[in-house]
């Protein structure tokens, strides 16, 4: 029922963890499963140059969130936000359809935490 990529993902996530000093950070939860997905973000000049992740949930979500993660790495902000969840799911080469709303969180996180960039940058111009 799982795609080879949504076992090696889940198998073996890439970008498991913390950042210190984050530039973002961005907590979705999905009030149906209770599942938690946290992003820390480093920006430099605009793009993300590190990104790893937290998530307290169902395996469809680790690996969402470990190809998200993968997905928006040295792209700039704006390619980050333009992220889909479809297109995380693609990447995955697909989800069950009871599973989609997993990969939801995953763009949700990342929105969240490039809003939180946002609102700090803005911030600390003023
Ligand atoms: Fe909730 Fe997957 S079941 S995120």
Same mark, same amino acid.
Do not use: W
């Given at each position: 029922m $799982?795609?080879?990529?949504? &076992?090696?993902? =889940?198998?073996?996530?890439?970008n @498991?963890? !913390?950042?210190e000093?984050?530039?973002g @950070?961005g907590?979705?939860?999905n009030?149906?499963?209770?599942d938690i997905?946290?992003? $820390?973000?480093?920006?430099?000049?605009?793009v993300? @140059?590190?990104?790893? =992740?937290?998530? =307290?949930?169902?395996?469809? %979500?680790?690996?969402?969130?470990? &190809? +998200?993660?993968? /997905?928006? *790495?040295g792209?700039?902000i704006? !390619?980050?936000? +333009? /992220?889909?969840?479809?297109a @995380?799911?693609?990447?995955?080469?697909?989800?069950?359809?009871?599973k989609m709303h997993?990969?939801?969180l %995953? !763009? !949700? %996180?990342?929105?969240?935490?490039?809003?939180d $960039? *946002?609102?700090?940058?803005?911030a600390?111009?003023?």
């Amino acid at each position: 029922m $799982y795609s080879e990529k949504v &076992m090696d993902h =889940f198998m073996n996530p890439r970008n @498991v963890g !913390e950042i210190e000093n984050p530039d973002g @950070v961005g907590q979705v939860g999905n009030a149906k499963c209770g599942d938690i997905m946290k992003i $820390y973000l480093k920006i430099k000049d605009n793009v993300i @140059v590190d990104i790893k =992740f937290k998530t =307290f949930g169902c395996g469809a %979500a680790i690996a969402t969130s470990s &190809m +998200a993660t993968e /997905l928006v *790495k040295g792209k700039t902000i704006d !390619e980050a936000l +333009a /992220l889909t969840n479809k297109a @995380v799911a693609d990447a995955l080469d697909g989800l069950p359809p009871i599973k989609m709303h997993c990969s939801v969180l %995953a !763009e !949700e %996180a990342i929105k969240a935490a490039i809003e939180d $960039y *946002k609102s700090k940058q803005l911030a600390s111009s003023k």
